[in-house]
């Protein structure tokens, strides 16, 4: 399958018409891919629509994109039906109970899948934001592999990985927004160590570019990636595809899955299969 990763930029949109739009466009171009991976909080751009005030506040912002939710979710309905993908959306707040999740929705070209909510939040979520976390992962059963969505941080703790892998999880995604060089790094490391211990293939995409007019993403930084572990049926790097520092746009490439379970059957090493044997280690002195 083919599968394209975004790096994504954020932009002022004056009516919903416009971001549909921009959306539209970027489906379309991403050329046939069976699989497309926006960023976390790429939604966020959404609060340009409740003006300057709205979008400038912490507060404000989060409540006026969780309110185009039904409207977000119908149109990304039509484009994976009408291109026959699918589309992982770019997260943003939702509203079940007094505080915020933060929520990826995951279409397919029969309808909604599902969602995973970020499961542990930054100490800007936490302590400015108040954007909490919501327990609980998922497996998404699809046509095109057993997958699963590590938002951003969670990307940062094995354990989460390692529960998805063991329940036949062959494909991560995680949607990635960071405002320095060091924060993406820290969740591109992450990504790839999951892609190590866990044989499986990960898929990055961040926010990417400035974005003066709302505090929350007022700086985005990384790179739009896909790995693989490198132990011989995957480049020596681990990297698939990559694409360049900040600059927007897909990267892509065509990944045969196949190769994972390959890899934890006969990879030059079985960090997935001996995986147990750490869980008894225990200091000695």
């Given amino acids: 399958?083919?599968?394209?990763?975004?790096?994504?930029?954020?932009?002022?949109?004056?009516?919903?018409?416009?971001?549909?739009?921009?959306?539209?466009?970027?489906?379309?171009?991403?050329?046939?891919?069976?699989?497309?991976?926006?960023?976390?909080?790429?939604?966020?751009?959404?609060a340009s629509l409740g003006g300057?005030?709205?979008?400038?506040?912490?507060?404000?912002?989060?409540?006026?994109?969780?309110?185009h939710w039904?409207?977000?979710?119908?149109?990304?309905?039509?484009?994976?039906?009408?291109?026959?993908?699918?589309?992982?959306?770019?997260?943003?707040?939702?509203?079940?109970?007094?505080?915020?999740?933060?929520?990826?929705?995951?279409?397919?070209?029969?309808?909604?899948l599902g969602h995973q909510d970020k499961q542990i939040m930054t100490r800007f979520e936490r302590e400015e934001w108040d954007v909490t976390g919501a327990p609980g992962l998922r497996v998404f059963d699809t046509p095109l592999g057993r997958t699963g969505i590590l938002i951003c941080y969670d990307s940062e703790f094995p354990l989460l990985a390692r529960v998805l892998a063991q329940a036949g999880v062959e494909l991560l995604l995680v949607p990635s927004c960071t405002d320095t060089v060091a924060g993406f790094s820290r969740v591109r490391i992450g990504a790839m160590a999951r892609a190590l211990e866990s044989q499986c293939v990960v898929v990055q995409a961040p926010?990417?570019?400035?974005?003066?007019?709302?505090?929350?993403?007022?700086?985005?930084?990384?790179?739009?990636?896909?790995?693989?572990?490198?132990?011989?049926?995957?480049?020596?790097?681990?990297?698939?595809?990559?694409?360049?520092?900040?600059?927007?746009?897909?990267?892509?490439a065509d990944v045969d899955l196949s190769r994972v379970s390959d890899s934890r059957r006969r990879g030059a090493v079985l960090p997935y299969v001996h995986w147990p044997e750490s869980e008894g280690i225990a200091l000695t002195g």
């Avoid at 990763?5 to 991403?30: G, H, M, N």
């Fill in 1 to 46: 399958m083919k599968i394209a990763a975004a790096a994504y930029p954020i932009d002022w949109f004056d009516s919903f018409a416009d971001y549909e739009a921009k959306l539209t466009r970027w489906v379309a171009d991403a050329q046939g891919a069976d699989l497309l991976v926006f960023p976390e909080y790429g939604a966020m751009e959404l």
């Fill in 52 to 67: 300057r005030d709205v979008a400038g506040d912490l507060e404000a912002s989060l409540h006026e994109v969780a309110r």
């Fill in 70 to 112: 039904p409207r977000v979710e119908a149109l990304h309905l039509r484009l994976a039906k009408q291109h026959g993908c699918h589309i992982l959306g770019a997260s943003g707040p939702v509203f079940e109970g007094p505080r915020p999740v933060n929520r990826a929705v995951l279409y397919g070209p029969d309808g909604r």
């Fill in 207 to 252: 926010t990417v570019g400035p974005c003066g007019w709302m505090p929350a993403l007022d700086e985005n930084r990384g790179r739009a990636a896909i790995y693989g572990p490198p132990d011989g049926f995957w480049p020596e790097t681990g990297i698939i595809a990559e694409g360049a520092m900040d600059q927007p746009g897909w990267v892509m």
